[in-house]
């Protein structure tokens, strides 16, 4: 099983990038999502997540510019990032929660795809 995160790439401030995070692989399903971020000289922040239901849930800082979704067909997860500002330069990634069999649920991280809001 792969977790994939992509999307990232210089912005200037104000405007808009959409993050995918794809499963790929031997997949039962997919559960709960998550994206984080770390800057440099920062801890790792957790953004947004969404249930497979499709229940989210957003940190403050990004509430409202910030929307989590999913694709279930697809077992791809995506964060629209809009009204970008230079303080969300940072390296993102995702999280999931997949089951790969009735029995075993496992973690996965997706490598980091930065993202740089700049003029």
């Known amino acids: 099983v792969q977790l994939q995160a992509s999307g990232g790439g210089l912005v200037q401030p104000g405007g808009s990038l959409r993050l995918s995070c794809t499963a790929s692989g031997s997949i039962v399903s997919v559960n709960t999502v998550e994206w984080y971020r770390q800057a440099p000289g920062k801890q790792r922040e957790l953004l947004a997540s969404i249930t497979k239901a499709g229940t989210t849930n957003y940190v403050d800082s990004v509430k409202g510019r910030f929307t989590i979704s999913r694709d279930n067909a697809r077992n791809t997860i995506y964060l629209q990032m809009n009204s970008l500002k230079p303080e969300d330069t940072a390296a993102y990634s995702c999280?999931?929660?997949?089951?790969?069999?009735?029995?075993?649920?496992?973690?996965?991280w997706g490598q980091g795809t930065q993202v740089t809001v700049s003029s």
């Open positions: 999280h999931a929660q997949i089951w790969v069999s009735r029995r075993e649920r496992n973690d996965y």
